[in-house]
């Protein structure tokens, strides 16, 4: 399955949504396509829910970086 991964944006975008947030008075996240989520196993899956319980966060697992 695809997933997004944090776009790398030029200058001229980065200002338009820069702007965006100044107007909207909100953050924005730009993402783009092209990366493949990893297929887990169980036990793969229980140690990055752990990891994530204890941590805080959610962490999100591709195959290839």
């Known amino acids: 399955m695809s997933a997004f991964k944090i776009a790398h944006l030029e200058k ?15 953050c924005i996240i730009a993402l783009e396509p092209g990366l493949e989520l990893a297929k887990l196993s169980g036990e793969q899956l229980a140690k990055v829910q752990e ?3 204890k941590l805080g966060v959610t962490l999100i697992v591709y195959e290839n970086c």
Request: proline share 0%.
């Open 51 to 53: 990891a994530e319980k």
């Open 12 to 26: 001229s975008q980065a200002g338009k949504i820069q702007a965006l947030e100044e107007e909207l008075g909100m």
